[in-house]
């Protein structure tokens, strides 16, 4: 089982600029693709960014230019730097890992519980 667990949100002006960290820990084979998602108020959950384990990365259009995801493999971290924010980028965003628990075993995917960003003046 991965356990993840996101920081780094908080309140900011439009314009601004946060880095969100994500560090899996647990027991596991591997960790594949880690990805960062939001959820508005009133709206679903949407792909917002997700790197693979050899730096492959994919972007929501909406945040193209704007934000960067990367990660320390060592660390078993990823990040989510989000700059040039806009109040549209009001979100929870959660971090996303899939993984295997050996290598026998069919991936599984974990979530965290969420981290705040709000842009606002």
């Known amino acids: 089982q991965v356990q993840l667990v996101e920081s780094g949100g908080g309140l900011v002006q439009p314009g601004g600029s946060l880095r969100l960290s994500c560090a899996a820990s647990?027991?596991?084979?591997?960790?594949?693709?880690m990805g960062w998602y939001r959820q508005a108020p009133e709206k679903g959950r949407e792909l917002v960014a997700f790197?693979?384990?050899?730096?492959?990365?994919n972007y929501a259009d909406s945040v193209k230019g704007r934000f960067t995801i990367s990660r320390d493999n060592a660390k078993n971290t990823v990040y989510l730097q989000m700059n040039s924010l806009k109040p549209e980028d009001t979100a929870v965003y959660y971090c996303?890992?899939?993984?295997?628990?050996?290598?026998?075993?069919?991936?599984?995917?974990?979530w965290g519980q969420g981290t705040q960003v709000t842009v606002s003046s």
């Open positions: 647990g027991t596991f084979f591997s960790i594949s693709v």
């Open positions: 996303n890992a899939d993984y295997l628990r050996s290598a026998a075993n069919a991936p599984l995917s974990s």
């Open positions: 790197i693979s384990s050899g730096g492959s990365t």
